[in-house]
Nanobody
Framework: QVQLVESGGGLVQAGGSLRLSCAAS????????MGWFRQAPGKEREFVAA??????STDYADSVKGRFTISRTKDTVYLQMNSLKPEDTAVYYC??????????????????WGQGAQVTVSS
């Protein structure tokens, strides 16, 4: 069992940057593919970015490609968000996919989820 905790959310003006972090408060995810998802008010949760267990492969939603970067160390997964837009406002969740090996974009493959971090981008 892995418990994930996100940090680094907040309020930022459009065009600004934030970096989200995800660490395990219990267990370890060092060998698992990891992902970031987000859910805006009134919308379904959507895929943002994924990284394989080694960190050598990444994938992004088209809406964030070129602006967001996912990376990882043994103990932490990061989401660097640059050139933020008001439409990036959402609760951001990190997640772990313990039964997979490569990049995982499908939400239903992720078994462990954090509690979420609010990101608000003002115009």
């Amino acid at each position: 069992q892995v418990q994930l905790v996100e940090s680094g959310g907040g309020l930022v003006q459009a065009g600004g940057s934030l970096r989200l972090s995800c660490a395990a408060s219990r267990g370890t995810f060092s060998r698992y593919p990891m992902g970031w998802f987000r859910q805006a008010p009134g919308k379904e949760r959507e895929f943002v970015a994924a990284i394989n267990w080694s960190g050598r492969s990444t994938d992004y939603a088209d809406s964030v490609k070129g602006r967001f970067t996912i990376s990882r160390t043994k103990d932490t997964v990061y989401l660097q968000m640059n050139s933020l837009k008001p439409e990036d406002t959402a609760v951001y969740y990190c997640a772990a996919a313990p039964r997979d090996y490569g990049l995982v974009g499908a939400m239903d493959r992720y078994e462990y989820w954090g509690q979420g971090a609010q990101v608000t981008v003002s115009s």
